[in-house]
Every structure is written in C-alpha cells, then in structure tokens.
C-alpha cells in the first residue's frame, strides 16, 4: 500500500504540474528526428550498503581506486526520438566488477558483480520558461538487475541475483545559451520493486555540427531497496554518483 501511494502522488505531481503551465506547441517540424550516444562514460561511485541473508557489508566504491582497476566489462547507450514537443527515450548500461580479496592465512576471494539498469520513458514539452528553457514533465519505467558471486578458486561461497522494475516521473529542463551550448537538468523520483528511488542530473551539451555534438555533467541515482527476510532477504540502500562524458550522433 505504500509503494502504491507514492506511485499515485508522483504520477498526479506529474499531470498536475503539466496541467499548470502554459503549453507551447513547436510546429517547426511534424518529422522525427533521432539522437543516439553510444558507449557514454560514467565514473560511478557507489557509497551504501548491501545485504544477503542476514550479512551487511558497506559498499565504499571510488571510481579511480576500485571501480577502474576492478572493471571486467562495460556497456551504456541512450537513444531519443522527438517529433514536435514529444519525446520517447530509452537508456541501458551494463557494468561488471571483478575484485578480489586476500583473506589473512586463507584463499585469495573473487568477487564477480553485476550490475543492469534499463529505462523507458516519454516527456512531453509543455512550456517554455525565461524565452530559452523548455520545461518537459517526464514518466517512465527503470529496471535494475543485480547479481553477485563470492568465492574461492572459482567455487561460489555466495551467489544471489535480484531485479525490479520502478515507475518514476520528474521533470527535464533544456536551457539554451546559444545554438551550440545548451544545459539539460533532469530530476525524478520513483518507487515500485523499491520503496524510493531518486535520480539527478546535470548535462552540458555543444553541438559542434548539425550530426554531432560532446557533452559532460554529473549524475546521481540513489536507490533504497529491499526483499525477503531471512537467509532470502536481499537489501541495496545506496548512492551512485559521479561524472559523465560522451559523444551524440543525430539524424532524422
């Protein structure tokens, strides 16, 4: 009942916001014209903790002294399509850890982690503010699988996999300096498989050609996440954080 409430208040926030607004319509275009970032960088940090069963182990991730060195695989890519003031975006990253640990007079410990997250959603540009920021109310669903192995010499002491779907809405802002420079913030919450999940972002995006155009900002995703009890509960209470990079092709 909780998870559903929070659900219904953040989907009437989202209609109730757009519904105050003055909406602009942009007829410049009735075609689609399509955006994708292929293999975007995220130096995530990750800053929590974790639960199986009935064991708790903080998760005190850096980017630059665990993550990197421990990165057996990556994968990211976020594609949009617009016609006129919709927007229909989907995003996905893939990310595999392998560290390992050294127990004193014992085996060395592999740890194989997992991490998949997946997005859907639609904006919908309702207003323009100060003559050069859009303001698009934003619904969608995210999908996060998580699995962990722990084990000596390739056994697994520990191996549990879990993942859940949330629906989140919010609100992105696009702020145009110029033709070229142009500011996208991004802010949403949502609740489903976890009982509150929150995500903010900040993109400075330069379009250097019509196809083309690089970008960096800083992302936050933060989950609170619990199920089971028991030997069979399974708990992510934490922050992933850090900067992102990237290049983003156009075309129509």
Known sequence: MKKASIIILIIFF???????????????????????????FWGMNVNGSQQIGTVVAPLELDFTDDMLE??????TFHFEAHKND????????YVNLEPSTSIAKGPTIDVDFTVQSAEFGAGYKVATWWGNTDVEPIL???????DL?????????????????????????????TEKWTLISRGDI???????????SFILDYQYKDW??????????????????????Y??????????????????
């Open 70 to 75: 421990n990165l057996g695989a990556v994968f």
């Open 149 to 177: 192995e722990v084990g000596p010499f390739g056994q697994s002491l520990v191996d549990s996999n879990e993942s859940w779907w949330d629906v989140f809405a919010g609100v992105r802002l696009h702020t145009y300096f």
């Open 140 to 146: 969608g669903l995210r999908w996060t699988y998580q």
């Open 14 to 40: 989202t209609i109730n916001f757009a519904s105050h607004v003055t909406a602009e319509t942009d007829q410049s275009s009735d075609e689609w014209r399509f955006a994708l970032s292929p293999l975007f």
């Open 235 to 252: 708990a992510y209470d934490a922050t992933q954080q850090g900067p992102l990079a990237g290049l983003t092709f156009y075309w129509q």
């Open 212 to 233: 083309g155009s690089v970008f960096v900002g800083y992302r936050w995703l933060d989950f609170d996440y619990d199920d089971g009890s028991g030997p069979d509960r």
């Open 190 to 200: 949502g609740a489903g498989g976890s009982d509150l999940v929150w995500n903010v």
């Open 86 to 93: 919709l927007a229909l975006f989907a995003e996905y990253q």
